[in-house]
């Protein structure tokens, strides 16, 4: 066997290896490509359009070329406890039901125009549910929504290079860094 070969046959090893290690972590997952969490596939494209009502294209991408349906489906299974993802479940409800009696419509079916203005409506009955004390240990679902759409849009690649200044680090540090009024703000630190 030559040395040619020899590195062949162990890139084979290697692919059936990893191949084989990621049935195992994921444990033969199937179905719907949200990963099988709690969110629906019909969740995760309503998240979508809700992130792109919040963070609409402009000359930057939107959150919907962010995909930040599928990082919300992803940290509400992942990362949520159970008190959290079922009061972000059970938002999704109160979302559509309320979308539904206020507009006579789903939130699907609406322009952008009422969207938005349905929006700002939920964005305004969140900020004084928040400020009210007895509520701090009960997260208002709208506010979780926006929270995770807008870290969820910065933080992607389109959100953090395309919509921010982004410098990939490591890179040195420069603490004074002339601002000129315009200027993007800064995806890195």
């Known amino acids: 066997m030559n040395r040619r070969e020899a590195v062949s046959a162990v890139a084979l090893l290697m692919g059936g290896a990893l191949i084989n290690m990621e049935t195992l972590l994921t444990g033969c997952k199937t179905g719907s490509s949200n990963g099988g969490g709690p969110l629906s596939n019909d969740d995760v494209a309503l998240l979508d359009e809700i992130g792109e009502t919040i963070v609409p294209t402009t000359s930057t991408p939107g959150a919907k070329a962010a995909q930040t349906g599928l ?19 059970a938002g999704m409800d109160t979302f559509r039901s309320e979308c539904k009696k206020r507009t006579g419509k789903t939130f699907m079916d609406n322009n952008a125009e009422h969207r938005l203005a349905f929006l700002n409506a939920l964005d305004a009955e969140q900020k004084a549910y928040t400020k ?26 389109p959100g953090a290079t395309q919509t921010l200044r982004y410098i990939e680090t490591p890179g040195r540090y420069d603490g004074c860094v002339d601002y000129k009024k315009g200027d993007k703000v800064w995806a890195t630190g």
Request: hydrophobic share 30%.
């Open 71 to 89: 990082y919300i489906a992803a940290v509400v299974k992942d990362c949520y406890d159970e008190k959290h993802r079922n009061a972000f479940i």
């Open 132 to 157: 009210d004390e007895r509520n701090k240990d009960k997260p208002h679902y709208f506010r979780m929504m926006k929270e995770l759409t807008l870290y969820g849009y910065f933080t992607s690649q």
